[in-house]
Structure formats: C-alpha cells, structure tokens
C-alpha cells in the first residue's frame, strides 16, 4: 500500500550542487506533479506531467528540471542549487479527469535546505 | 490566472466547539473543483472534502462542511465539534475542469489551533 513515495525525506546542499528528488507511485496515475511549499504561499506547481513522455511547467519552474520515461517516476533535478529552492518540496499524483474524483495523492514530502 | 485567497493565517477554537475557516477565489470558469486539505505536523497532505462547481448541494465529511457560495467565489470551511486531532494547517485549493489537466491552484493556509 506504498501510494506516493519520496525520497530523500531531508536534504543538506550547498549552493551550486546539483541534486535529484525522486518520486514513485504505484496507483497507475496518468497525472504527476511536483509543488515547493513555503510558508505563507500555499504550495505552487513547478512541474507537471499527464503521461509518460509528456512534461510541462508550473507556476514556478525555473531552476528546475524534470523528466517521465515511465509511468511510474517523476524525479525532479536541481541543476545549480540556489538557497532560493529552500524549501518542502511535494509531489502529487492522480487519475486525468475523467476517472476517478480529481483527488491528488501525495507524498510525505522532501525538506531541502540549500546553504 | 486563477487565484486563492485565504484570509485567516491563523484560527483558534475550543475543544468541541465549532470554527469556520474562509477561502475566496478568482476564476472566469463556470465549471471547476474545490477541495479542502488538511496538513497535520507530520508534513501529510490530508484531502478534507471536495465540491463540484456544478452542484448546488453542499459537501458534507462527518464533522466537516462546506459553504459553496458560487456567485460569491466564497468556499468556506466548518469543523464542527472540534478535536485535538483537527490542530494542523488547512488549504483551500481550486482546479479547473477538463481540458486543464489536474494542476491545482492553493490558498496560503490557515493554522487552527484546538485549545482542550
């Protein structure tokens, strides 16, 4: 019964490192997304993808990277690390519309600290 | 672009007692998805409830309700009988309907403490 799953659940860079935050499901969901949480702001969209092969950007995609070979993963990169991408970092999943409620599914999140 | 606004950073109620948490919006969409989240200390984001735009009825979850005021762009949150275990953060989240995809737009939270 894994659902979402993140790794690493906590993570110490130092600036201009880069780094990959891994994200897995196991329900067949079609839809995954990635979202930085930060205090006051809610959580905004960086990436997301409807489908293997099929990325886009979010609300705030810059300095970050991301790819769907599979159905399954949705791993996102920081190339250059800045302590601007301090911050809890999401990644959510669902069924497109259509199928089931619309409800995403998330990971217990990833704590990433850039020095 | 869509907006979600939540105007209350933080809400405190007594322990079996009732708190309502606001949540507006912006969208020229006639059709689209509420939802509510719960994030309790352990970090997990927690779906609360959902409202389809289209239905006049509003959701009901156990001790939790909805008061969907369309015209309004007014979503707003009722935790009835409050418990210990409601202490946490609570986001107000809109999504668009077909063909946008699931991209959820949040509101910026509110933190309901529970005093025993």
């Known amino acids: 019964n894994a659902g979402v799953t993140q790794t690493p659940k906590f993570q110490v860079l130092k600036t201009g490192q880069s780094m990959t935050l891994q994200c897995a499901q196991d329900?067949?969901?079609?839809?995954m997304s990635w979202y930085r949480q930060d205090p006051g702001m809610g959580l905004r969209l960086i990436h997301y993808?409807?489908?293997?092969?099929?990325?886009d950007q979010g609300e705030v995609p810059n300095g970050y990277n991301v790819s769907r070979s599979t159905t399954e993963d949705f791993p996102l990169r920081l190339l250059l690390a800045a302590p601007s991408q301090t911050s809890v970092y999401f990644c959510?999943?669902?069924?497109?519309?259509?199928?089931?409620?619309?409800?995403?599914?998330f990971g217990e999140g990833s704590r990433l600290t850039v020095l | 672009a869509q907006t979600v606004t939540q105007s209350q950073p933080e809400m405190s109620v007594q322990e079996a007692e009732t708190v309502t948490l606001s949540c507006t919006y912006d969208t020229s969409e006639s059709d689209y998805y509420l939802f509510w989240y719960k994030q309790p200390p352990s970090r997990q984001m927690i779906l609360v409830i959902r409202?389809?735009?289209?239905?006049?009825q509003n959701a009901t979850e156990n001790r939790f309700s909805v008061n969907f005021q369309k015209a309004a762009k007014s979503f707003s949150l009722k935790i009835s009988d409050s418990q210990l275990g409601d202490a946490a953060m609570y986001f107000c989240a809109y999504r668009r309907d077909l063909p946008a995809g699931n991209k959820l737009t949040f509101g910026g939270g509110t933190r309901v403490l529970v005093k025993p």
């Open positions: 993808s409807v489908g293997a092969g099929i990325t």
């Open positions: 409202q389809e735009a289209y239905k006049q």
């Open positions: 329900m067949n969901h079609e839809y």
């Open positions: 959510a999943s669902s069924y497109l519309q259509g199928r089931g409620t619309g409800e995403l599914f």
